[in-house]
C-alpha cells in the first residue's frame, strides 16, 4: 500500500518525463529527416484529400539538382504555420480560392490547370482528389527555388502525373 501511494505521490513526475521524452524525440526525428529550406521544394494542396507521402515520394524519383527532398502537404497542415506556407514553392489551388490566395502566388492569372471539370481530366489524380471544380497549380511568389528552375521542374512532373 505504502509503495503504491508513492507512485501516486509522484505520478505527475512521469507524466512530465513521458512528455519530455516524447517532444525530444519528436524533435530529433524531424532533425534528422528533413532538409533545409535551400534543399527542400513544399508542395501545398488545397483538395479534399492528398496521399501527400506517396505523392512526395513519386516526385523525388526525379529530384532537380540541389534538391534532396520534396514535402507535400495539405492547407490544412499549416493551418498554424503561416511562414512555411508564405514561403511555399508550389500551389495547387481550386479556381474558387484563387483570389484569396493571389498573395502567395507568383502570376495569380498564369496557373496551369490541372484539374479540367469539363473534360473530366486530372493531373496527379492518383494522389490528390479533387472537389467537382477546376484546379490549377501556380509557383510561389516567394520560392526560395524560382531562380534555379527546381520548383518549375517539379511543377512540370506533377503537372505531367497522369
Given at each position: ?10 505520478l505527475y513526475l512521469f ?63 499549416v493551418m498554424f504555420d ?81
Amino acid at each position: 500500500m505504502r509503495l503504491l501511494k508513492n507512485i501516486f505521490n509522484k505520478l505527475y513526475l512521469f507524466i512530465i518525463w513521458a512528455l519530455i521524452t516524447s517532444i525530444f524525440w519528436g524533435w530529433i526525428f524531424t532533425f534528422a529527416n528533413d532538409a533545409p529550406t535551400a534543399r527542400k521544394i513544399a508542395v501545398y494542396c488545397q483538395v479534399p484529400m492528398v496521399r501527400d507521402t506517396e505523392l512526395a515520394v513519386k516526385l523525388e524519383e526525379n529530384l532537380p539538382e540541389g534538391i534532396e527532398k520534396i514535402k507535400v502537404h495539405s492547407f490544412n497542415y499549416v493551418m498554424f504555420d503561416v511562414e512555411s506556407i508564405e514561403n511555399g514553392d508550389i500551389f495547387i489551388l481550386p479556381e474558387s480560392l484563387i483570389g484569396e490566395y493571389s498573395e502567395l502566388l507568383l502570376d495569380p492569372e498564369g496557373g496551369e490547370k490541372v484539374r479540367d471539370k469539363a473534360a473530366k481530366t486530372a493531373s496527379a489524380a492518383d494522389f490528390i482528389t479533387y472537389d467537382d471544380e477546376n484546379y490549377y497549380l501556380f509557383l510561389g511568389a516567394k520560392s526560395a527555388h524560382l531562380e534555379d528552375g527546381a520548383a518549375r521542374a517539379v511543377a512540370d512532373v506533377i503537372i505531367s502525373l497522369n
